[in-house]
């Protein structure tokens, strides 16, 4: 009988931040690779080392040992050291399913420095898996995955074939005990052997064939002497033959015959800790990560990539952009399960990738406004369908927004939220102190607030006038540099005649209107829609309605809920305990619930006919903190919790905002909102796809099955929909019947988890610590702003589009005119698919789409031929207009030319 093969892949897991912020690990890391190359370099017999699956880690050291890189590239050539594929190795739930891609990419990028990307999807330590990989990764052409967490008990072999949703599939091998079941082997022989012998009998039947041993761990050095170790076990005994070996070498002596079948997302608690509790944990830093992902993904790039001239592609900015955004995709980053230094900074590379987006933006849509033939207001259209919605723009007081010679739009259409005009007082000046101010002025911001909209100067034989408008929004060249040579021409021929300077704030509206459907990824010249169901605030008996004849909201001064139709009791904010930490929640034993306010009141924010909002507070005594010792909550804290309901005309979706400043330690707050209809399921959206879910989920003793999910931006459940702003964690409750006849009634959207502890000991859903015990105030949230921004529809929608319309509004930009773009047009035509990417990648246009339904899409193209490529940019197929998309596909695109 041939000996079983013991597979020793020498690594390290390498948190950049966690429990000290990065450059405390940093030290260690120079540490660790300076020792990792000296031995590398003087032990032929310590043949491999995994560094990670990660090349941020190479870049953290060269950044330290720069003359190392030499160094690094020639042992990687010559195959003794993997690194990539990934730059960080992120949680796949956490980020966007673009920041996933760029992750990837980004890591294949730069390992092609040390002569290539290890072929493995490693995936050791994310917080369960999307089901989407398995594609990603074959987009990328890799046949194999390296997995833990998230398995669930139906597995129960080390390999097996994992398939995404559209029927790509990889080989996983799965660490039934993780990434660490070979660390610190001994470097005695005899216990060497007896170890491994031991280790098979704890993993018995889970064992394909050959052994896979993990010689690693959370930032451990390499093993001196392992080689000597591994020769001297092979010479005593016979059936084991022991190497030291690569993650692509083991695998590639796998086979997939005869594996089990996993289809869909990892999420299973049955043998691993999934740590769910960590979407809810700073739940600031998830909305934040939203809105920076928007900023750059569907504004920064796409406005870039159309609006701008492709030499003029800011692409060394966005890079630098994307860095930041991947760096704090890795796990414990942007779990946020980390001490406050490091959220601090997750939070501070948020705000540098935030800033580079909104400045390429506001750069290319200038651009675009300078390009119009006609001046007046346009609006822009950022995402691919054809829309129209709800915009606010400023116009003049006598600007003609409406035609009253047509029947539409009519002056009832306009819902006017502010005027103001402010005409200052004429100051007389004299040439020197003139000639000292225009030397001030170098570009249009006015000091006091607005931007110079014009300059005319005038003249009689008492002196010069100056007539300078002030408006509230920019206008591109603005004649500043014209009227300071006027007048100095002016001024040197007449030196002594005197200045008359008027300042003039024209009158100004601010108003809010339906603009008509706009062009995917286009623009059209602003008009207002004619309302065909305006709405408005009915006021009775002491109670608020809103009413645009599709849907009626009222607002329940009893309680704080609200209806939405003939559906009551949604908006419920309760307030529960949690001792848990930040990767589990975990209530006391004797938890006290608050659902019921003191007191409310309401107010009408804007009465219609485009918009009409009303604001409910209500007050609630919360309890100040939960004390372990006793399991209960203790002390009291008022609080004000406001929740704005927003509904506009022809449109039956209502908009909700949940907002307190939280007062309170040690607790949960969920917005409850009643379904429609019982269910046993619900769908909610992942990573290029959705996810079905039932009312329960595996766990075990060591860490209780919860069924808090993750939800990207929107979910599903008994005939309600669900968008909301930033990754948020959600569950089914109030649960009756049992098995197959168990159903859901309430969805509740978790508002605010805040805890004292990175990590707990006896928790009572999970008793051991998954991380340091180290108190961390951040994570409490106290004194600091929760807002939960979120919309409802109910029956059938197309949640795809209800996301955008949320979260992804028309804009408005200024035109002056004298340019040769027309009113309306498109800037890239895209039907038949969701649209996850629009950039420029060495000079050509590239597209992501995705089908999330499970039917064959015809994805169009307008009249432009490409050609279709994997995730490397390798080309697979051309297309003339349009391709056919597989259900559950991913595709990218590229248009030459474009």
Not at 77 to 87: H, I, S, T
Not at 382 to 392: F, H, L, M, T
Not at 622 to 628: F, L
Request: glycine share 8%.
């Amino acid at each position: 009988m041939a000996p079983r093969r013991v597979a020793i892949v020498p690594h390290t897991h390498w948190d950049r931040e966690w429990y000290e912020p990065f450059q405390a690990f940093r030290l260690r890391l120079v540490d660790v690779v300076d020792q990792l190359l000296a031995v590398l370099e003087s032990d032929p017999s310590y043949a491999r080392f995994l560094f990670d699956g990660q090349t941020a880690a190479v870049d953290d050291y060269l950044e330290v040992r720069p003359e190392a890189e030499e160094r690094i590239r020639d042992l990687a050539a010559a195959g003794r050291l993997d690194v990539g594929p990934w730059y960080t190795l992120l949680d796949e739930f956490l980020v966007s399913p673009e920041t996933i891609v760029r992750d990837l990419q980004m890591g294949i990028r730069r390992s092609a420095a040390f002569g290539g990307a290890m072929q493995v999807g490693y995936l050791p330590d994310m917080f369960g898996h999307v089901s989407q990989m398995p594609q990603i990764l074959r987009l990328a052409r890799f046949e194999h995955a390296v997995i833990w967490r998230g398995v669930p008990s139906a597995i129960t072999s080390t390999g097996f074939v994992w398939e995404s949703p559209d029927g790509s599939s990889v080989r996983a091998e799965y660490l039934p005990f993780g990434y660490g079941n070979g660390s610190l082997l001994p470097d005695d022989a005899k216990a060497l052997v007896q170890r491994v012998r031991s280790h098979l009998e704890q993993i018995g039947p889970f064992c394909v064939s050959d052994l896979l041993l993990m010689n690693g761990s959370d930032h451990l050095p390499p093993q001196p002497g392992l080689g000597r170790a591994v020769e001297e076990a092979n010479a005593l005994q016979d059936d084991l033959r022991f190497e030291i070996t690569s993650l692509p070498e083991y695998l590639a002596r796998t086979s997939r015959q005869g594996l089990p079948h996993w289809r869909g997302e990892l999420r299973s608690g049955a043998r691993a800790n999934m740590l769910m509790g960590v979407t809810s944990t700073r739940v600031d830093v998830k909305r934040v990560a939203a809105a920076t992902g928007r900023a750059l993904e569907q504004r920064a790039e796409p406005y870039a990539a159309l609006f701008l001239p492709p030499e003029a592609w800011p692409g060394r900015q966005l890079e630098l952009a994307w860095k930041e955004v991947v760096r704090n995709a890795a796990h414990d980053s942007i779990c946020a399960c980390s001490v406050d230094v490091v959220v601090d900074e997750v939070l501070a590379r948020f705000a540098s990738a935030r800033a580079i987006a909104d400045g390429v933006s506001a750069r290319a849509l200038l651009e675009l406004a300078r390009s119009f033939a006609a001046p007046g207001s346009v609006v822009v259209n950022p995402s691919s369908r054809e829309r129209g919605g709800v915009v606010e723009l400023a116009v003049s007081g006598g600007a003609a927004i409406w035609d009253t010679d047509a029947p539409e739009p009519r002056k009832s259409d306009v819902q006017i939220l502010s005027e103001h005009a402010e005409r200052l007082s004429v100051l007389t000046l004299d040439a020197e102190t003139v000639r000292t101010i225009l030397g001030m002025i170098d570009g249009a911001k006015f000091e006091s607030g607005g931007w110079i909209d014009d300059v005319v100067i005038d003249e009689d034989d008492t002196g010069i006038d100056v007539t300078v408008s002030i408006a509230p929004d920019e206008r591109p060249h603005a004649p500043i540099s014209q009227a300071k040579q006027d007048l100095e021409a002016r001024l040197g021929a007449r030196p002594a005649a005197p200045v008359r300077v008027r300042l003039d704030r024209s009158p100004r509206r601010r108003i809010v209107a339906r603009a008509e459907p706009v062009p995917g990824f286009g623009w059209r010249a602003f008009r207002p829609a004619r309302l065909a169901h305006p709405v408005s605030v009915v006021e009775e008996a002491g109670s608020l309605s809103l009413d645009n004849g599709l849907v009626t909201v009222r607002a329940d001064a009893s309680d704080a809920t609200f209806s939405l139709g003939s559906l009551s009791g949604l908006g419920r904010v309760v307030d529960g305990g949690d001792l848990g930490d930040s990767y589990n929640y975990s209530p006391p034993a004797n938890d006290a619930i608050v659902d019921t306010p003191e007191s409310v009141s309401t107010a009408v924010l804007e009465r219609g006919p485009v918009r009409a909002r009303v604001a409910v507070t209500s007050s609630f005594r919360w309890p100040d903190h939960a004390e372990a010792s006793s399991q209960r909550r203790v002390g009291t804290r008022p609080v004000e919790v406001t929740t704005i309901l927003e509904l506009r005309a022809d449109d039956q979706v209502l908009r909700v905002a949940t907002s307190f400043v939280n007062p309170s330690r040690d607790h949960r707050v969920r917005i409850h909102l009643p379904l429609p209809h019982p269910a046993a399921r619900s769908e909610a959206e992942t990573a290029f796809a959705t996810a079905e879910r039932g009312l329960e989920v595996e766990g075990r003793p060591d860490e209780r099955g919860l069924p808090t999910f993750p939800s990207r931006r929107f979910v599903l459940a008994g005939g309600l929909t669900v968008a909301h702003d930033g990754v948020s964690e959600y569950e089914l409750i109030d649960v009756t019947g049992s098995g197959e006849e168990a159903r859901a009634h309430t969805l509740a959207l978790t508002a605010l988890r805040a805890t004292g502890m990175l990590s707990r000991l006896g928790m009572t859903y999970r008793p051991f610590p998954a991380g340091p015990l180290t108190p961390v105030e951040g994570l409490q949230l106290v004194g600091r702003p929760v807002e939960l921004r979120y919309a409802l529809a109910v029956g059938e929608v197309d949640p795809w589009a209800l996301a955008d319309d949320v979260l992804l509004p028309l804009e408005v930009v200024e035109s002056v005119g004298g340019g040769t773009r027309p009113d309306a047009g498109s800037a890239l035509e895209v039907q038949g698919a969701e649209v996850s990417s629009v950039r420029r990648e060495r000079g050509v246009l590239e597209v992501r789409v995705f089908n999330p339904s499970g039917f064959p899409a015809v994805v169009r193209i307008g009249e432009r031929a490409g050609w279709l490529v994997d995730l490397l940019g390798s080309p697979v197929e051309p297309f003339d207009g349009a391709f056919e998309l597989r259900p559950h596909g991913i595709a990218t695109l590229r248009l030459p030319g474009v």
